[in-house]
């Protein structure tokens, strides 16, 4: 059976301009699937777009959406009106690097808005009509930083603790019913928005950062094998140290000590 055949004809890829979220969307044109792509800006949205039509021959609509508003899902279904969504794919997410108090209290309630509230909306709504079919497919972007706490990184390592967590729950009450759900917990990968961030090297131990392509295709494959896993062998194995080797305070202060190095970060 192939990728198409288990899962359906169309995904929506959320946070699709670049990066992780392009990466899923050429993997799942490969696979013949056409698309649907969401994103806050207009412009790199439609170039993304351009080039997996060529590339594919897919039919690719995009839909322009910021993520943080209140009301994401319902712009998403008037955009796209009776279209049945086969297979989603949550990548968009918020970040902030520095001290919890050094900005506003809106930048944390709008990475909470894009990295929990709206996939919670779109898996509900997205993934419950998938339950109803009993057919499909859901992948949630998650993070090495969620598995314990990340200072400086605290409320976006907490919202990827959300996804990992609330992944594993659907996949426990969906495994039975022919949606597979799983989450993608990925180290330092070399996307834009990573690279743009312009982090030094936080330990002598710390992985390479991987490609996206890579990152993408280890979760496909693993999709309804299992309800979450660590991307990449050397984030593998670093969060194995971590977990078996430190106690929770010794990972914390890790985790938070790396944070400061890479990123310079003063008291």
Known sequence: MTFKQKYGNTALVAGASEGMGAAYAHALAERGLNLVLIARRKEPLEATAEALNA?????VQTVPCDLSSPDALQQIETAIGDKQIDFLVYNAALSYIGPYLATELTTH????SVNMLSPMALVYYFGGKMVERG???????SSIAGLQGAGFLATYAATKAFNKVFAEGLWYEWKNRGVDIIAC???????PNYINTNPGKASPLEPKAQQPEQVVEECLRKLGKKPSFISGRGNRLVTFLMQHLFSRKQATNMMGDGMRKMYRIKD
Not at 55 to 59: A, E, L, M, P
Not at 109 to 112: D, G, K, L, P
Not at 136 to 141: I, N, P
């Open 109 to 112: 309630q709008n990475i909470a």
């Open 185 to 191: 917990c990925a180290g330092a990968t070399a996307t």
């Open 135 to 141: 057919k499909g497919g859901v992948v949630l972007m």
């Open 55 to 59: 590339k594919y021959g897919v039919k």
